[in-house]
């Protein structure tokens, strides 16, 4: 089975999963975000590359991790998904370490 092209308009908007990553990357970017540089200073710039080379990946995993645990320990509605939408952002930073890119 050939992988689907991921550009075609209908794929990327329809997909379930489509709203909640816009979302984490929202949030990155003006969210809780914001305060580490959000839209202002290149993603790539920010924090959080600093500590994944001084700390490796473990860092960025660890604290998806934490994000989790408080999202599902502590928090419900709006303060659930915004925990969630944090920990996605930093497994997708963990990626980016993973593939060298940090």
């Known amino acids: 089975m050939s992988k689907p092209d991921t550009t075609a ?13 816009m979302a984490a990357i929202e949030q ?4 809780k975000g914001e ?6 200073t290149p993603f790539m710039d920010q924090p959080w590359a600093h ?6 990946r473990g860092f ?4 998806a991790a934490k994000k989790l645990e408080e999202a599902s320990s502590t928090r419900s509605g ?5 925990e969630v939408l944090g920990a996605i952002v930093y497994a997708g930073m963990a990626i ?4 060298g890119e940090v």
Do not use: C, D, S, W
């Not at 990155?28 to 969210?31: C, D």
């Open 9 to 21: 308009p209908n794929l990327t908007a329809t997909h379930p999963l489509y709203p909640i990553l």
């Open 35 to 40: 305060r580490h540089g959000g839209a202002v």
């Open 96 to 99: 980016l370490k993973e593939r």
């Open 51 to 56: 500590y994944a080379k001084l700390h490796g």
């Open 60 to 63: 960025l995993t660890g604290q």
């Open 78 to 82: 709006t303060a659930f998904e915004q």
């Open 28 to 31: 990155a970017m003006y969210g």
